[in-house]
Every structure is written in C-alpha cells, then in structure tokens.
C-alpha cells in the first residue's frame, strides 16, 4: 500500500560550538507520512551543510517520500 498525503517543512540550524562539529548552518528537510492506519507516522528527513541548495535536497526528498510503500516485502 502506498503512502498516502505528506507534508513537507524544513529547518535551518548551526551545531552548538560545543558539539565539536564545523560551525556552518545545516537545512533539514523533512517529509511526514501517515502510515494507512492512522496511528503511525513515519518521518523522514535529508540533512545537508549546503542550505544554498535546498531546492535540490527538496526534490530528492519528495522523490524518496514518493516511493515510500507500507506494504510487507516478503
């Protein structure tokens, strides 16, 4: 079964300089898919160091929320 409606949003942050990482902002898409019995969300979300290009990463996420399925694979 497929997935069904999802919604989309976004979110720019920079690591705390105590987390060791590089202080650059990080954009992360997320895409919220309800699964078809309305009790379960899955959640899926593109982190990237590149925020310039969040069309992009939007694009690549709604194609991956496109071929999301709930269907058992065995």
Same mark, same amino acid.
């Not at 990237?48 to 069309?55: C, G, I, L, V, Y």
């Given at each position: 079964m497929a997935a069904g409606p999802a919604t989309f949003s976004e979110s720019t942050a920079t690591p705390g300089s105590e987390s060791g990482l590089p202080q650059r902002p #990080? #954009?992360?898409v997320h895409a919220h898919l309800p699964h078809p019995d309305c009790r379960r969300l899955a959640v899926l979300t593109l982190t &990237? &160091? %590149?925020? %310039? *290009? *969040?069309?992009e990463y939007r694009t690549i996420l709604r194609a991956i929320t496109e071929s999301v399925s709930f269907e058992s694979p065995g």
């Open positions: #990080l #954009l992360q &990237t &160091t %590149a925020p %310039a *290009r *969040r069309e």
